[in-house]
Every structure is written in C-alpha cells, then in structure tokens.
C-alpha cells in the first residue's frame, strides 16, 4: 500500500510553506502500515538524499516527538545497505524504520533487488520494528537509470510484507526542478525541507505515547 504525503507542522519561510502546502494538497494520505503500532523511536536510512537532509529530517521528527536516528550514506545501493542494518536497528532499537534507497540501483543493468530488499526488512523485524516505510525512487531524475524497475521491485516487496508501506517520493518531487540542485537528483534547502516533511507526514499513520 502507499503513503502519500501532507503538509507537517515544521516551520519554514513562507515561500517554502506555500510550496510545501501545494505539494501536500496534490498528493493525499492513503493508508498503510499497521495502525495498531505505538512507535516512540524511528530510523530511518538512506543514501545521499538522506545524507544531505539529515539536519532537516531528524529536526522535524524531534519537533513532532519522534526520537530519531537518521543514517543517511551517500552512494549505498540497496544491497550495500544490508551489513548495517543490523548495528542500526540494535543501536536505535526504533519501533518504526523508515528506508529512502534504491536511487543507486539499477544503473548499468538491473538484476531481481528482491534479495537484498527481504533481508533488510527481515533483518528490522527480527530486531522488533513492527513497521516499514519504503520511499520510492524519483522517476523524473537522472539517477537511477531504471528507476520504474526500482520501484516494481519496491512494490512487490510491499506485497509480500504487510508490514511495508510505500512512500511516493517519486510523485511529491516529479516536475519540481525548482527543489532539485543543477544535477536534477539531490535536493536544495527547500527539497530538504519538502523531504523532511514527507518522512513526517508518512509517519502520522502510527499513532505514539508522548
């Protein structure tokens, strides 16, 4: 199932809230992940997306009562991923992990990344996560070079395990050149800021004691 984002309540410029707040309107909640979970820590991993936005994601989740870690690793394919998974989960030990790769997959060739994606997500539930949200890869960007390959394989991953739900990452950012840097795939500071709210809108869907 996917999760689309809404605006979160992080303050920002007036610019960057009205671009947020048309983001957020275009593209509904939808559902997933279980909504019985009572989540008080989040993870949440990914490539350089993540790196770069690390300040504004765990800054946000702070100020909407999450305790995060935010591991973000410039260049990890989903495969590359896997080693730290582990020392991550037992580490944060997060009731909810939230997961942005797949953007240096599937670029010269692609081969089945349905492997390496069920040894991530086997690995956080066996560490007791109770739910995953996956970010899909942008389709509207340089990188990766077969990004809808990508997000089938993100998608059927979805389908095998309740306990994912998909973020549309892909469809907040499609046709916003304006939240990219020149290269068309990182984020500027008002991408960052989009991101930040979409990681936190996804996670309105578990409800947590404060």
């Not at 909640?29 to 504004?56: F, H, K, M, Q």
């Not at 939230?98 to 991530?120: F, K, M, Q, W, Y």
């Not at 840097?181 to 991101?195: M, R």
Request: proline residues 7%; glycine residues 10%; hydrophobic residues 45%.
């Amino acid at each position: 199932m996917v999760l689309d984002p809404k605006q979160g309540s992080r303050p920002m410029p007036v610019l960057i809230g009205v671009i947020v707040l048309a983001v957020l309107l275009v593209f509904g909640l939808t559902g997933g992940g279980p909504s019985n979970v009572s989540a008080r820590r989040v993870l949440v991993v990914g490539d350089s997306l993540t790196e770069i936005s690390e300040n504004e994601v765990r800054q946000s989740l702070a100020a909407a009562g999450w305790r995060a870690v935010v591991d973000g690793r410039g260049g990890l394919s989903i495969g590359l991923w896997r080693p730290f998974v582990g020392g991550d989960t037992r580490f944060t030990r997060p009731d909810v992990a939230v997961v942005e790769l797949g953007t240096n997959d599937c670029d010269l060739s692609c081969r089945p990344l349905a492997p390496d994606i069920d040894a991530i997500v086997k690995k956080l539930l066996d560490e007791g996560v109770h739910a995953i949200v996956w970010l899909n890869v942008q389709e509207d960007s340089p990188y990766p070079k077969h990004p809808r390959f990508v997000n089938q394989e993100i998608e059927r991953a979805a389908v095998r395990w309740p306990q994912v739900s998909i973020v549309d990452l892909s469809g907040a950012f499609a046709g916003h050149p304006e939240w990219h840097t020149e290269d068309g795939i990182h984020f500027n500071e008002a991408g960052k800021l989009v991101y930040a709210q979409l990681i936190l809108q996804a996670l309105t869907a578990f409800p947590y004691a404060r």
